[in-house]
């Protein structure tokens, strides 16, 4: 392999990767789009322009994003310093003054020996350098026709319309049932009865909760392939009914008709991620907690992921990442950031910090074992490459994806900071083996 790899894309992912690259005495050729040519979203000529929310999310360690940027610590971030440096004040949030922080990141990386940028769109792509694609989730329709071309047009989603991922061990399993419909097969789902004075209160709720404004670039297309569950209910108080909630061929364990069933679908292959099933939703995420909580089994439920629908370029991961994040059958080629699966800011960063340290070690002659499962960074990777190819959704930090504790701990709040302790002892363990 040649000693210089090219990054396509200066975002959160593709400057972590540079960063990562560089400091390993790698040649990197960075080329981002920007000012030659601006996404829908974009308007900044800098690296790593922040978008929507200026928060990176919570650094306590009892929360899964405080134990990803601590994982993130000790392989030396480059985004996490730049945050810190341009932090405003947010509680235990790292939050950022977006345009310090993205001139911070430019002004490192044109600063980094053996960096090479190029203001240029790329609309092809080079398989004979070894190459790392971060173009993030507005990737360029020239770009996205040869990602297609190479992966196939069926494998490179453009719209993330997704329902909300729960963590089944904070399920009222007292108001559930498992039952195939007409008591036919396996069943394959946990189903959550309704009541007729429970759904109507619900569907009443759920029509008048506040949903995000969509982007202009976005209205057109993005409710064309999946309707959002509250655009469903508007229709019609009983439409729920008739669609995701029909009660038809369902007996509860008492042998009782229930008048409407929410049903959770497995999302990955632990028993602890389940997925509510139609529950496509544009609402905001506070009202997504308040209202689909008044379910009576999912009251006191944890969301690991909210739903989603916005604008959002992704590949279907498990079926062509290694966990790595090299493209399976490529290889030179990989990608990284929100293309390939993950979702939010830090998991970006992240993934761009994996794919620019394996790679570096593999152009070196250095084999790496992938992360240890029981680290955030390790969890992510094997969800994105493990996940369901028919069900596949992008991912983000949370507890619910790491292997189980060896000892139960009730508290919820101690439980949340021994899977830290435990991710990052690992991984300074996995980091001093493999000196990476």
Do not use: W
């Amino acid at each position: 392999m040649k000693n210089s790899v090219n990054v396509i894309g200066c975002g959160l992912a593709g400057a972590e990767a540079t960063y990562q690259l560089a400091k390993r005495n790698i040649h990197v050729d960075v080329y981002e789009m920007k000012p030659v040519k601006f996404s829908p979203a974009h308007s900044s000529e800098n690296f790593a322009e922040i978008v929507c929310s200026n928060s990176l999310k919570s650094e306590d360690l009892g929360t899964a994003s405080g134990c990803l940027k601590a994982e993130m610590d000790i392989f030396d971030s480059l985004i996490l310093e730049m945050a810190r440096k341009s932090r405003v004040p947010a509680g235990t949030a790292l939050a950022v003054d977006r345009e310090k922080f993205s001139s911070l990141v430019t002004k490192q990386i044109e600063n980094l020996s053996g960096v090479t940028i190029h203001r240029e769109e790329v609309t092809n792509i080079d398989l004979s350098v070894p190459t790392i694609i971060a173009t993030g989730p507005l990737t360029s329709d020239a770009l996205a026709t040869q990602i297609s071309k190479l992966i196939g047009s069926e494998n490179l989603h453009f719209y993330d319309a997704s329902a909300p991922i729960i963590d089944g061990d904070t399920l009222n399993t007292e108001k559930t049932f498992t039952a195939g419909r007409y008591g036919k097969g396996e069943s394959d789902y946990i189903n959550c009865p309704l009541n007729r004075e429970e759904y109507y209160n619900f569907v009443r709720e759920l029509v008048k909760a506040e949903r995000v404004e969509l982007h202009e670039f976005e209205k057109s297309e993005i409710f064309e392939g999946c309707m959002p569950i509250e655009v469903m209910a508007s229709r019609g108080e009983d439409t729920l009914r008739f669609g995701p909630l029909r009660p038809v061929g369902f007996k509860t364990e008492n042998n009782e008709k229930p008048y409407a069933v929410v049903q959770l679908r497995k999302e990955s292959n632990t028993n602890s991620l389940y997925n509510i099933v139609g529950f496509q939703t544009n609402l905001k995420f506070g009202e997504q907690k308040r209202v689909f909580s008044m379910i009576p089994a999912l009251e006191n439920v944890d969301f690991v992921k909210y739903g989603v629908m916005h604008r959002n370029s992704y590949i279907c991961a498990p079926k062509h990442l290694n966990a790595d994040f090299s493209v399976k059958g490529f290889e030179n080629l990989y990608i990284a950031g929100q293309l390939a699966g993950v979702e939010g800011y830090v998991e970006s960063t992240m993934s761009g910090m994996i794919a620019g340290i394996f790679l570096a070690n593999k152009i070196i002659g250095k084999s790496l074992d992938y992360l240890p499962k029981t680290t955030i960074m390790g969890a992510i990777t094997n969800y994105l490459t493990t996940a369901s190819e028919e069900n596949f959704q992008p991912m983000n930090a949370n507890f619910g994806i790491l292997p189980s504790l060896d000892a139960k701990i009730k508290d919820k709040s101690l439980r949340k900071l021994a899977y830290s302790k435990r991710a990052l002892d690992d991984l300074k363990k996995y980091k001093e083996n493999f000196k990476c």
